[in-house]
């Protein structure tokens, strides 16, 4: 599933058709399907018993939360008028830094 997900998404990378259901398709079908494939593969390797079974169980969690941050991204985030953080690293590091040097 993840190789063959990965090549379908190679084949988008170049020039592919216009439209709205080609973006969706290539930006979060074949997109995530590469990342849900390694968090299954991930998952079958935590359910073998031995030391590793932690580190494969939290790269499973971590990379599904990385779907979820993808998906959350584009289906929401993205259609907004204006993304809700700081435009320039100076927004948010002066905010923080007022609250920490301040007595």
Same mark, same amino acid.
């Given at each position: 599933?993840?190789?063959?997900?990965?090549?379908?998404?190679?084949?988008?990378?170049? $020039?592919? *058709?216009?439209?709205?259901? /080609?973006? &969706?398709?290539?930006?979060?079908? !074949?997109?995530? %399907? =590469?990342?849900?494939?390694?968090?299954?593969?991930?998952?079958?390797?935590?359910?073998? $018993?031995? *030391?590793?079974?932690?580190? /494969?169980? &939290?790269?499973?969690?971590?990379? !599904?939360?990385? %779907? =979820?941050?993808?998906?959350?991204?584009?289906?929401?985030?993205?259609?907004?008028?204006?993304?809700?953080?700081?435009?320039?690293?100076?927004? &948010?590091?002066?905010?923080?830094?007022?609250?920490?040097?301040?007595?």
């Amino acid at each position: 599933m993840t190789v063959v997900g990965l090549g379908l998404f190679v084949t988008g990378v170049g $020039p592919r *058709p216009a439209g709205a259901i /080609w973006a &969706s398709v290539y930006d979060l079908g !074949l997109y995530n %399907v =590469v990342y849900a494939g390694a968090a299954l593969v991930c998952l079958l390797a935590a359910r073998r $018993p031995g *030391p590793d079974r932690l580190a /494969w169980v &939290s790269l499973t969690i971590a990379i !599904l939360l990385g %779907v =979820v941050g993808n998906l959350v991204y584009t289906l929401v985030v993205a259609r907004l008028d204006e993304e809700p953080f700081p435009r320039s690293p100076t927004s &948010s590091t002066s905010a923080t830094t007022c609250r920490c040097t301040s007595p």
